[in-house]
């Protein structure tokens, strides 16, 4: 993922909080991911408005780590989803 990359989730996907299981999970059509709370946190970030430098940037401030380490795990932790068609890449 670039830095200038802007994540977005596509249609049809969302983030809900299943309340029996109490955690949050990323529903798209007939699939869903249990996420822990490092995605969810990568997750909420995204907006489809805000590039990842920004995101990791905002990630990093928020969590008070270092930026680099930020970056390395949500590039990795985005790019899965985009490869299973959960997150979008405008250009």
Sequence with gaps: MLATDIPALPRGVRLHHDKVRDTWVLLAPERAITL????????TEVD????????????AKRYDAP???????????????????????LA
Excluded: P, Q, Y
């Excluded at 489809?48 to 990630?59: E, M, V, W």
């Excluded at 930026?67 to 979008?88: T, W, Y």
């Design 67 to 89: 930026v680099d380490e930020i970056v390395k795990d949500s590039a990795g932790f985005l790019d899965a989803l985009r490869n299973r068609r959960f997150l979008d890449v």
């Design 48 to 59: 489809g408005a805000r590039s990842f430098a920004d995101i990791t940037s905002t990630l």
């Design 36 to 43: 822990d709370m490092v995605g969810h946190a990568i997750l």
